[in-house]
């Protein structure tokens, strides 16, 4: 246990914060840009691209997951992965049933 | 019980901070579990507004065309502004956690102070948002109007920049399923930013004081996990609600 000690108090310096804050506010205006494109069924799927990889530079960095203890971190993964399998299986219902007669 | 602390305070904690609790090994322990526990509460937020996300993807599916000139009601620029603040508010407040770790007093009190702020423009913003919804009776339940739907060239300002065409009455029905999710959504998230906002303000009296910042710095960075978390939902909301259904 006493091994994880040395990862305990990681101090997230000012220098990250201020690139993961750059990063956020690129890929803020990457996804309105690309929300202008005619892209089809593709322009859901690059704006949720997107908006998930900034989720994810807010979770590593900003909420110092990158450098939290391993439960914490088998914890959040548990939870997400969870979540994903209870929302895609719900549309798999919804969508795969009475297709076309709502 | 008050009595007793005062003469053995000092024997008591000999050896360690005031501010480990004797139930744990070490400081260090004290945080991983505070930072574990708040993980778990988030991750009940997670299935909460992920409800709430579930139910706006099925009607989307069900409903597509009702949804899409429903959200052809919502100003792209004034969402982007409030993406931009949140993410100004997230960047400070990471910067108070910073500063709390790091001991400077005056450093958190204006990070936490320009996090309040921004928290506040983003009310503000949403406000001005709402407010068009409320004079267009675009609000669910309070005198619905369909006419924007029914008639889009009625609505000049947004017929000049998407020229939808009319949906059929019970298409034009199910916009106001759209609003519905819109202000659960939406509403539900500036609900969480209050209350952020409330911690906020009692934060900001505490660290003047000069708590947080003698290194004990917790509640700060469980508060700073929470205000990120706010973020996130935001991020999707964006996406979501305002930018996928730009193009028919």
């Known amino acids: 246990m006493s091994e994880h000690n040395e990862h305990a108090h990681h101090i997230v310096g000012p220098g990250v914060y201020v690139a993961i804050l750059f990063a956020l506010l690129i890929g803020t205006g990457l996804t309105v840009w690309a929300s202008f494109l005619e892209l089809g069924l593709w322009n859901p ?5 997107i908006a998930t990889t900034k989720a994810v530079l807010v979770v590593l960095f900003f909420m110092h997951v990158k450098y939290s203890t391993k439960l914490t971190k088998l914890a959040i993964f548990s939870g997400i992965f969870m979540f994903l399998v209870l929302i895609s299986m719900t549309l798999a219902d919804y969508i795969s049933r ?3 007669s709502w | ?3 007793r602390s005062a003469n053995t305070a000092h024997s008591a904690h000999e050896g360690h901070p005031p501010y480990l609790r004797h139930h744990f090994n070490s400081t260090e322990q004290q945080a991983d579990a505070a930072g574990f526990a708040m993980w778990l509460f988030l991750l009940t937020e997670v299935m909460f507004f992920g409800g709430l996300f579930t139910a706006y993807l099925i009607y989307r599916n069900w409903y597509y065309p009702a949804f899409v000139a429903g959200s052809h009601q919502l100003d792209v620029r004034w969402g982007t502004l409030n993406t931009l603040v949140l993410i100004c508010s997230s960047f400070t407040m990471a ?13 958190l009190v204006l990070s936490l102070t320009l996090t309040f702020i921004l928290g506040l423009g983003f009310l503000g913003i949403k ?3 709402y407010r068009e919804k409320i004079e267009k009776h675009h609000v669910p339940g309070f005198h619905y109007s369909l006419k924007s739907f029914l008639d889009p060239q009625s609505d000049p300002e947004i017929y000049a920049e998407y020229h939808d065409k009319p949906l059929v009455p019970d298409m034009a029905r199910h916009t106001e399923l759209y609003f519905s999710l819109y202000f659960l959504m939406t509403g539900m998230h500036a609900l969480h930013m209050i209350i952020g906002i409330g911690i906020l303000g009692f ?4 660290a003047k004081a000069g708590a947080y910042t003698a290194g004990h710095v917790t509640f700060v960075e469980n ?3 929470y205000w990120h978390f706010v973020d996130i939902i935001w991020i999707y909301l964006f ?6 259904s730009r193009h028919q």
């Open chain 1, 45 to 49: 799927v690059i704006a949720l691209a």
């Open chain 1, 98 to 100: 009475a297709w076309g």
């Open chain 2, 1 to 3: 019980m008050l009595d």
């Open chain 2, 95 to 107: 910067m108070g956690v910073w500063c709390a770790e790091t001991r400077r007093r005056k450093g």
């Open chain 2, 127 to 129: 406000t001005v948002e």
């Open chain 2, 203 to 206: 934060m900001i009296l505490r």
């Open chain 2, 223 to 225: 508060f700073g996990l």
């Open chain 2, 239 to 244: 996406a979501l609600l305002y930018l996928i």
